[in-house]
C-alpha cells in the first residue's frame, strides 16, 4: 500500500495534553469533513511505501521517537502495518482524529478532536475547538481519563474575533471546570 502523505516534519507538539514535546509530524492528505475554520492544507500529496515514510521519519526525527499522524483525516488512510513499523523502530504513536471513524488496533494516543459524531470506541484526550458558541458539554458523555477535556479557541484569522472567543473560553472554562485551556502555542511561538 502507498499513504498519500502530505508532509512529515519535526516541531513541538503545540496543543493539548503533550504541549511542548519534541514529535515528527506525519500529515497524511485528504479528508472525510470540510470545516469551515479548517486552517490545514492537507490537500497535495506524494505517494509513500512505509519503508519511504519511516526513512523520512528517521531523516527529519533524529533523536525524537514520538511520531504524531494527523491529517486531514489520518484514520481514513491508517492501516496496523504503518503502525507496526513504527513500533518496531522504536517510536510511540499519536494520532490526531475528528473522531468520526474507528482507529486500527495499536496506536499508543489517540486524540479526539470531534467534528461530527464520535465513532471512535476511545480517545486518550479530548480536544474541543470552541467558537464560543455552543455547547461543548455535547461531548462530556465521551468517556476520557479525568484532565484530559480540552477547549480550545477557534483561530478565526482575525485578532478581534479571537479575543472575544478567548474571553468566551475562559468564561465557559471557569463556570465548568471539568474542562482545561489548550492554545495553539506553536502558532504563539512561531514555530509549525
Ligand atoms: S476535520 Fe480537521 S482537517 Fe478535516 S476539514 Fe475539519 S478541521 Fe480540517
Same mark, same amino acid.
Request: hydrophobic share 35%.
Given at each position: 500500500?502507498?499513504?498519500?502523505?502530505?508532509?512529515?516534519?519535526?516541531?513541538?507538539?503545540?496543543?493539548?495534553?503533550?504541549?511542548?514535546?519534541?514529535?515528527?509530524? +506525519?500529515?497524511?492528505?485528504?479528508?472525510?469533513?470540510?470545516?469551515?475554520?479548517?486552517?490545514?492544507?492537507?490537500?497535495s500529496f506524494t505517494e509513500m511505501t512505509v519503508s519511504?515514510?519511516?526513512?523520512?521519519?528517521?531523516?527529519?526525527?533524529?533523536?525524537?521517537?514520538?511520531?504524531?499522524?494527523?491529517?486531514?483525516?489520518?484514520?481514513?488512510?491508517?492501516?496496523?502495518?504503518?503502525?507496526?513499523? +513504527?513500533?518496531?523502530?522504536?517510536?510511540?504513536?499519536?494520532?490526531?482524529?475528528?473522531?468520526?471513524?474507528?482507529?486500527?488496533?495499536?496506536?499508543?494516543?489517540?486524540?479526539?478532536?470531534?467534528?461530527?459524531?464520535?465513532?471512535?470506541?476511545?480517545?486518550?484526550?479530548?480536544?474541543?475547538?470552541?467558537?464560543?458558541?455552543?455547547?461543548?458539554?455535547?461531548? +462530556?458523555?465521551?468517556?476520557?481519563?479525568?484532565?484530559?477535556?480540552?477547549?480550545?479557541?477557534?483561530?478565526?484569522?482575525?485578532?478581534?474575533?479571537?479575543?472575544?472567543?478567548?474571553?468566551?473560553?475562559?468564561?465557559?472554562?471557569?463556570?465548568?471546570?471539568?474542562?482545561? +485551556?489548550?492554545?495553539?502555542?506553536?502558532?504563539l511561538i512561531g514555530v509549525r
Open positions: 500500500m502507498k499513504y498519500r502523505v502530505n508532509e512529515i516534519f519535526r516541531s513541538l507538539q503545540g496543543e493539548g495534553y503533550w504541549t511542548g514535546t519534541s514529535m515528527v509530524f +506525519l500529515r497524511l492528505s485528504g479528508c472525510n469533513l470540510e470545516c469551515s475554520f479548517c486552517d490545514t492544507a492537507h490537500e519511504e515514510i519511516l526513512e523520512a521519519v528517521h531523516r527529519v526525527g533524529g533523536p525524537c521517537r514520538r511520531v504524531c499522524i494527523t491529517g486531514g483525516e489520518p484514520l481514513l488512510q491508517l492501516e496496523e502495518s504503518l503502525i507496526e513499523a +513504527l513500533h518496531a523502530c522504536g517510536y510511540t504513536l499519536h494520532v490526531e482524529t475528528n473522531g468520526t471513524l474507528s482507529a486500527p488496533e495499536g496506536v499508543d494516543w489517540i486524540t479526539c478532536s470531534p467534528k461530527g459524531i464520535i465513532k471512535l470506541s476511545r480517545a486518550d484526550e479530548l480536544k474541543v475547538v470552541f467558537t464560543g458558541r455552543g455547547a461543548p458539554e455535547v461531548f +462530556l458523555k465521551y468517556p476520557v481519563p479525568e484532565g484530559r477535556r480540552f477547549l480550545q479557541p477557534c483561530d478565526t484569522g482575525d485578532s478581534e474575533k479571537n479575543a472575544a472567543i478567548l474571553a468566551a473560553t475562559l468564561n465557559y472554562i471557569s463556570e465548568h471546570p471539568c474542562w482545561r +485551556l489548550s492554545l495553539q502555542t506553536h502558532k
